[in-house]
């Protein structure tokens, strides 16, 4: 069986936490486990690592893991939090592009914001990036890696999760559709995002990931994309059932890719 790394690069959810002005115990707090940046991950099998979404944090986090290439990019949406570190591939992108996986429309919206590394000649010190679509939620292979889309919904916006192997990665839900929990059954991993305690708008809470967690039965559950409102990591996760914990930033796992 082979294995696949999972380094957990942030775990917070678009404010991250400390968040910027706050003074509540859970932003002063001393424990590293209660700090976190905007959330992403990066897979690693073999000698390849691919990134789950690549935000603001995305330098502080590579200086941090030691991290020295970047072989494909995967998108879940098109938000600040999970896009605005692209820029930032070109330290890793000077000998060839990038491969950044999404749906057209936010492919689309990444053209728009980094049009100056789409031009006819850009300039040699822009992100070398190659925009590949994921259309209608098809199943691609990337270095010999199985990758299934997930559609999930963040309120109206659809996005997307992946599912690799035997582990999925889901952030920014609130709901999905009952025809694609089917593609979640027999997890041994599943990451998915919980913001706080009470009900939110657009991201589900931690009774509902929960509940989302009980309905899949996955071996083990990791909690992410968390804002300030969850409390003290020590202090939560004791509450948690045998199967969930919350990750936190540096966390690192090994998982199933098949």
């Known amino acids: 069986m082979d294995r696949m790394r999972v380094e957990f690069l942030g775990t917070g959810t678009s404010t991250g936490v400390p968040m910027i002005g706050c003074r509540c115990d859970v932003c002063r707090s001393k424990d590293s486990r209660d700090r976190r940046l905007r959330s992403s991950v990066c897979l690693t099998v073999d000698d390849k690592n691919i990134l789950i979404d690549c935000g603001p944090d995305f330098r502080q986090q590579m200086l941090r893991s030691g991290i020295d290439h970047i072989d494909a990019v995967l998108l879940t949406h098109e938000h600040y939090d999970h896009t605005s570190g692209l820029d930032e591939l070109r330290n890793f ?3 060839n592009p990038i491969p950044i996986y999404a749906e057209p429309n936010v492919l689309d919206i990444i053209h728009q914001r980094l049009f100056y590394c789409f031009s ?4 040699p010190g822009v992100a070398h990036l190659e925009l590949k679509a994921i259309e209608n939620l098809s199943p691609f292979t990337l270095f010999g ?12 916006l659809p996005i997307i999760g992946y599912r690799i192997g035997r582990f999925a990665y889901i952030t920014d839900m609130l709901t999905i559709p009952d025809g694609e929990c089917a593609k ?16 939110h708008i657009s991201h589900q809470n931690l009774e509902s990931a929960l509940t989302f967690i009980a309905q899949l039965n996955p071996e083990q559950a990791y909690i992410t994309h968390m804002s300030h409102q969850i409390g ?7 509450k948690l059932p045998r199967n969930v914990a919350f990750a936190y930033d540096g966390l690192t796992i090994s998982v199933s890719d098949n």
């Open 232 to 238: 003290f990591h020590e202090i939560e996760e004791k």
């Open 145 to 156: 890696i199985d990758i299934e889309p997930v559609r999930v919904w963040h309120y109206r």
């Open 93 to 95: 992108s000077r000998n």
């Open 120 to 123: 006819k000649q850009p300039n």
């Open 184 to 199: 979640l059954s027999n997890l041994d991993t599943l990451v998915v995002n919980a913001l706080r305690h009470k009900p």
